[in-house]
């Protein structure tokens, strides 16, 4: 049962403008989300994340805004350059004890020069 | 500050066998868990260690087991492999505290022949 859905496999998108990647969950009570970006061969790097008291939440070029009501949250890239071409998951986690997260399958993001 | 550390990196077996993979998290760091990523699967979550007791538990058989050190180091073991067991085994470590972003290593690659 994925709780964490990306059903985007890939996104191409131009050098300079905006990629959207999103994610979709099922699961009402995850209260942490957060974006990984992994490259071939090497483990996911942690991005940003936001807690379910926010609605948006930004670092540099990168904007992660979550709708609870929607169980939906997206990443904006602004402006997307080729160094971003990589695998991004969406991951969230609560509800529980520990430090549990669920992934999502990822979307693979191809920045064109 | 060093990252997490996965050895080996590469790991060729053969049906039947078992296998132990290592993770040292980094410093300070008390939560260890580890995920396998197959394709099309995402990262799918195996365990939590945290104080060397397993907090949370993924939806895999008991031939995957694991164990964590006083140091915080851990330990995954696959007994009685299966070709299906072939995937990307990657450890990930956290400070304390619920939505604590984690911090992969890169990774040990498993093939079963």
């Known amino acids: 049962d994925q709780q964490v859905k990306q059903n985007s496999p890939s996104l191409s998108v131009q050098e300079g403008r905006i990629s959207i990647l999103n994610c979709d969950y099922t699961?009402?009570?995850?209260?942490?989300f957060l974006w990984y970006k992994k490259y071939p061969a090497e483990g996911p790097t942690f991005l940003i994340s936001i807690s379910s008291i926010k609605d948006k939440n930004e670092d540099g070029r990168f904007t992660v805004f979550l709708n609870k009501s929607a169980k939906h949250l997206s990443l904006h890239i602004v402006p997307s350059q080729p160094g971003d071409s990589a695998v991004y998951f969406c991951?969230?986690?609560?509800?529980?004890?520990?430090?549990?997260?669920?992934f999502g399958t990822g979307t693979s993001l191809t920045v064109i020069p | 500050k060093a990252g997490v550390t996965q050895t080996p990196r590469y790991l060729i077996k053969t049906r039947g066998q078992q296998v132990t993979l290592s993770c040292s998290p980094i410093?300070?760091?008390?939560?260890v868990s580890w995920y396998q990523q197959t394709p099309g699967q995402g990262l799918q979550f195996l365990f939590e260690?945290?104080?060397?007791?397993?907090?949370n538990k993924g939806n895999f058989p008991g031939r995957f087991s694991g164990r964590q050190f006083s140091n915080s180091r851990s330990e995954m073991n696959v007994s009685t492999l299966e070709l299906g067991d072939s995937a990307l085994y990657l450890c990930a470590s956290s400070r304390q505290g619920v939505g604590q972003p984690q911090h992969f290593g890169d990774g040990t690659r498993l093939s079963i022949l």
């Open positions: 991951a969230a986690s609560g509800g529980g004890t520990g430090n549990q997260f669920y």
């Open positions: 410093s300070g760091h008390r939560s």
């Open positions: 699961n009402s009570m995850f209260d942490y």
């Open positions: 260690y945290f104080s060397e007791t397993q907090r």
